[in-house]
């Protein structure tokens, strides 16, 4: 990946990482199948009447949709409601990145690196230093939950990797995917926390719900995927999506700032050997293209003094 594209991938993941703290904030009266329901409902609206429907088949669209934002999100939040910790969320749900890796390579023959295998075995160190170091007493359904998340968002970056040339558009996949969100969502809601539960919290929606999936709906959803759905099409899923990784530490500092969450030892040196990790996975991108820039630049070089040398003759 270029410069341009590795912030622009860092930028992503700053927000995504940010993004959990905004949904604890505002998950507090509102179900979370709900909760999910509406994020992306904002998502949809207005911008479906806006945007062109992508270039991708109807069948990638769905399952784009069913896997990257129903699966991942509905699991998710169902996951942080039941106790999941905003920091250890962020972390647990970046085993995303091994399964999208494993996938990927089975599935579209994408073969990692060794250096993107050894960037990426760093940063799963240093996610368990930080998942041993918090301690405490999670329950284990939310765990599960939460590491279902990561094999939804797994699935959904191939699926969106498999999809597209890189003319395509990441916002039209982004919005035309959501489609499939919030009506099943909501029916599991009405299923799940009941009518009664349901008209509740639409009818006493709170300021802190609002302005939370106004983030979720627009920074986070359709700037952030539209950003990484746009990479995806470009570059291999090895090369993405280890930048995710850096939303961790995000998420920790974030919730040490705002929700009195103070990171341990573990948890920052385990932040560090994170982005380690990431550096190491991305660095080698550039490294091969600036030695091919300098193998290119050197033979036309060689090429000019040869002709010269030969009209000269």
């Known amino acids: ?33 709900l909760f999910v329901a509406l994020r992306f409902t904002v998502v949809v609206l207005p911008a479906v009447f806006l945007v062109p429907r992508p270039s991708a088949s109807w069948q990638t669209v769905v399952a784009v949709g069913v896997f990257m934002s129903l699966g991942q999100f509905g699991l998710l939040y169902s996951s942080m409601h039941l106790g999941m910790p905003p920091g250890l969320a962020a972390l647990v749900l970046q085993a995303q990145v091994v399964f999208t890796v494993i996938i990927a390579a089975a ?16 940063s799963c ?17 939310a765990l599960l939950l939460c590491v279902a998340a990561a094999l939804s968002w797994g699935v959904g970056n191939v699926v969106a990797r498999r999809s ?37 919290a639409l009818a006493g929606l709170g300021p802190e719900a609002v302005v939370s999936t106004l983030y979720t709906a627009g920074l986070a959803s359709l700037v952030g995927y539209s950003i990484f759905n746009g990479l995806l099409t470009r570059y291999p899923a090895s090369s993405v999506v280890p930048f995710v990784l850096i939303a961790p530490p995000v998420a920790m ?23 380690l990790g990431v550096l190491v996975t991305t660095r080698q991108g550039r490294m091969l293209k600036l030695r091919r820039n300098t193998l290119s630049g050197s033979q ?3 090429t000019s003094t040869s002709r010269a040398s030969v009209s000269g003759g």
């Open 1 to 33: 990946m270029d410069l341009r594209h590795s912030l622009l991938a860092t930028l992503v993941a700053a927000i995504w990482g940010f993004n959990f703290v905004v949904i604890q904030w505002g998950m507090h009266d509102v179900p979370p199948l």
């Open 107 to 122: 599935w579209l023959r994408e073969r990692p690196t060794s250096r993107q295998v050894v960037g990426i075995l760093v």
């Open 125 to 141: 160190v240093g996610l368990v230093v930080v998942g041993v170091g918090r301690g405490g007493h999670i329950p284990l359904l």
């Open 164 to 200: 597209a040339a890189p003319t395509s558009n990441g916002l039209s996949l982004v919005v035309w995917s959501s489609l499939v969100v919030p009506v099943p969502l909501l029916l599991l809601s009405l299923g799940l926390d009941g009518p009664r539960a349901v008209g509740h």
């Open 253 to 275: 500092v974030s919730a040490w700032l705002l929700l009195g969450q103070t990171p341990n030892a573990a948890e920052s040196v385990g932040g560090l050997v994170v982005l």
């Open 300 to 302: 036309a070089l060689l």
